[in-house]
């Protein structure tokens, strides 16, 4: 099936067996190996990347579905010469070990903060009907779809307070 | 995974008489059950028809104080939704998110309604 998916900023058409999952697509097809493919069920978010803006796991979803949509994964956010804000915070807060599931946190992160800019509620909330603070409860809570079995879980809060602040300051 | 073929659906009406033509279609709208039981092969459709971008992810109120809510919409839009979130601070888990249970919450809202 002829699928056109606009990939970090760049139109390509692949043609493919309907079976393939977006991240196969990303990975096999295109040599995005950026996201990574953990447990390929949807479980550990090591697959995950924005899809028109939003964080989906890459690995349950077909890529027949994506004809017409804009994905940015990892290598879209930024390169090793010219890093993303947010990959610099997980550099400077030291917020891996092994990096298998960083790009997963990174892209997930950028997403939760989007969800919480649009005041999407989560479980940690005291009060679903306020605006969420972007608390460690929130992040954590927030970020519960990205296993990291490195255990760098203070680490990626860290970071992810850290790109916050800088970015809110640099507004 | 087993092959299949994939269409996606250009309306409702087209949608229903393909699964109703089709043998083994199923429908498919984001796949994270199906598409994850799929790889396992418990689930073995022939034929996928994607109504993931019919239009049927609107919020509606209804002329009873209600809320009509498409198929479509997301658990995340729901719980976000303005009309949703008062309700579902209601009742006993004060502190559940609707996010979590969607549906308890609804049921709640439309109980407080009635």
């Known amino acids: 099936v002829e699928t056109t998916i606009?990939?970090?900023?760049?139109?390509?058409?692949?043609?493919?067996?309907?079976?393939?999952?977006l991240l196969d697509a990303l990975r096999e097809h295109l040599r995005l190996t950026g996201s990574k493919k953990g447990c390929d069920h949807g479980q550990c978010g090591a697959c995950t990347v924005l899809v028109n803006g939003l964080r989906i796991n890459a690995c349950l979803s077909l890529a027949v579905m994506h004809d017409g949509d804009e994905v940015v994964t990892i290598e879209g956010l930024g390169t090793p010469e010219k890093l993303h804000p947010m990959q610099q915070a997980f550099l400077t807060e030291d917020?891996?070990?092994?990096?298998?599931?960083?790009?997963?946190?990174?892209?997930?992160?950028?997403?939760?903060?989007?969800?919480?800019?649009?005041?999407?509620?989560?479980?940690?909330a005291g009060d679903v009907a306020a605006k969420p603070a972007l608390s460690e409860a929130e992040?954590?809570?927030?970020?519960?779809?990205?296993?990291?079995?490195?255990?760098?879980?203070?680490?990626i809060v860290e970071a992810i307070k850290r790109y916050a602040t800088e970015e809110g300051a640099a507004r | 995974m087993k092959p299949f073929t994939y269409e996606r659906a250009a309306d409702p009406e087209s949608a229903v008489k393909a699964a109703a033509e089709i043998p083994g279609a199923r429908f498919i709208a984001g796949g994270t059950n199906l598409l994850d039981l799929m790889k396992l092969e418990i689930e073995r459709p022939a034929h996928?028809?994607?109504?993931?971008?019919?239009?049927?992810?609107?919020?509606?109120?209804?002329?009873?104080?209600?809320?009509?809510?498409?198929?479509?919409?997301?658990?995340?839009?729901?719980?976000?939704?303005?009309?949703?979130?008062?309700?579902?601070?209601?009742?006993?888990?004060g502190r559940q998110s609707a996010a979590t249970h969607p549906l308890p919450v609804l049921l709640r809202h439309q109980q407080a309604l009635q």
Request: glycine share 12%; proline share 8%.
């Open chain 1, 6 to 21: 606009t990939v970090n900023g760049e139109p390509r058409t692949l043609d493919l067996d309907p079976r393939t999952t």
């Open chain 1, 95 to 124: 917020a891996f070990q092994c990096g298998y599931c960083t790009p997963g946190q990174i892209c997930s992160a950028m997403g939760m903060l989007g969800e919480i800019e649009a005041g999407l509620p989560s479980h940690a």
């Open chain 1, 139 to 155: 992040i954590r809570e927030r970020m519960s779809g990205n296993i990291c079995r490195c255990s760098a879980y203070p680490q």
């Open chain 2, 48 to 93: 996928l028809i994607d109504v993931g971008r019919l239009p049927l992810a609107t919020i509606d109120d209804t002329p009873d104080g209600g809320l009509r809510i498409g198929a479509m919409a997301t658990n995340s839009r729901v719980a976000g939704d303005p009309r949703v979130r008062p309700a579902s601070q209601q009742g006993v888990h």
